[in-house]
């Protein structure tokens, strides 16, 4: 079993809708950390988050420590919102889910 | 402020050889991690260095080593290259232990 669990790993949605991606992780962890990642392979850290939540424009992202739970939301997403979202775990090292492939069709 | 840039962006090996890249984190950057991102495994943590020091190292073999400089500059180095170490090697800065700026990547092909 993986320590960090993305779900879905395939995401598919209209221009507009409200967008969810979870993860849920395995092990203890200082930060958990929600990157974008465009075709061609450069990657963005969205969110750095050790409890709570963050809101950066139309993204949002909470965690819950004692679930060992993250999700991100996307609301009035938007074709350009289209990327792989990764969901990164901190401790002594990086661990990284898998990613979700969200593709928002206009 | 300059981003982290990364040395070459892509490289062509044959497998036996052994290839050097770089690293130039983001002036006052301290913190430079390395990783390698296949369709295969995803994103994977190769080391992280701070202040010229090795803190941690994942759990890749011997072959793949690093380095980072006084001016904070990081090398890794991969020697006698496999057909699997076709990968996008991708480092990141960080001036606390926990932001990353990642850089736009090393793409390998070992052939």
């Known amino acids: 079993k993986n320590e960090v669990e993305q779900s879905p790993q395939n995401l598919t949605a209209q221009e507009g809708e409200f967008i969810t991606i979870n993860c849920s992780y395995s092990?203890?962890?200082?930060?958990l950390h929600w990157l974008q990642q465009h075709p061609g392979g450069g990657i963005v850290s969205l969110f750095m988050l050790s409890s709570g939540k963050k809101k950066h424009g139309r993204l949002i992202a909470t965690i819950n420590i004692q679930e060992k739970h993250s999700s991100l939301h996307i609301t009035a997403s938007h074709p350009r919102d289209s990327a792989v979202y990764i969901c990164?775990?901190?401790?002594?090292?990086?661990?990284f889910g898998a990613g979700t492939r969200l593709t928002v069709k206009p | 402020k300059a981003g982290v840039t990364q040395t070459p962006r892509y490289l062509i090996k044959t497998r036996g050889q052994q290839v050097t890249l770089s690293c130039s984190p983001i002036?006052?950057?301290?913190?430079v991690s390395w990783y390698q991102q296949t369709p295969g495994q995803g994103l994977q943590f190769l080391f992280e260095?701070?202040?010229?020091?090795?803190?941690n190292k994942g759990n890749f073999p011997g072959r793949f080593s690093g380095r980072q400089f006084s001016n904070s500059r990081s090398e890794m180095n991969v020697s006698t290259l496999e057909l699997g170490d076709s990968a996008l090697y991708l480092c990141a800065s960080s001036s606390t232990l926990y932001e990353q700026y990642f850089g736009p990547g090393t793409r390998l092909t070992v052939t």
């Open positions: 092990v203890g962890i200082s930060a």
């Open positions: 990164a775990v901190r401790d002594d090292d990086m661990r």
């Open positions: 260095y701070f202040s010229e020091t090795q803190r």
């Open positions: 002036s006052g950057h301290r913190s």
